[in-house]
């Protein structure tokens, strides 16, 4: 509901839009801290296609669904750089021994038409 009509960066849902809407659900596994020695490591220890990410630096924190670097286009470093963004922090903020990086997974369901049948759906 809060990001169909109440998320700042996108016009509110109109009622007329409903039947025209593919619902898609991420169920997400628990945060697991990635620990690195140096946060350049960070990119090898992230694998774009089965890993969300969380950043938080502070009062800032982002996270970004595993099936959105894929759907963009992105490598390992530009995933972390646009979880930084997303969380309103400069786009190398992951570089900061301060930020703290969590991957995660998801399993997603997804109707095949609007207000049809779910099925699950593989990111890759």
Known sequence: ?????????????????LKSLKIEVSVLTPLMKIDVEEPEHYAKAIKVGKHGLFIEDGYYSGLLLPQVPVEQGWNEREFLCQTCVKAGMPPNAWLSKRAAVYCFEAQ?????????????????
């Open 1 to 17: 509901m809060s990001a169909a009509f109440g998320d700042s960066r996108f016009p509110p849902l109109e009622e007329r839009e």
């Open 108 to 124: 997603i369901f997804s109707e095949k038409k609007p207000e049809g049948e779910v099925e699950e759906r593989k990111i890759c």
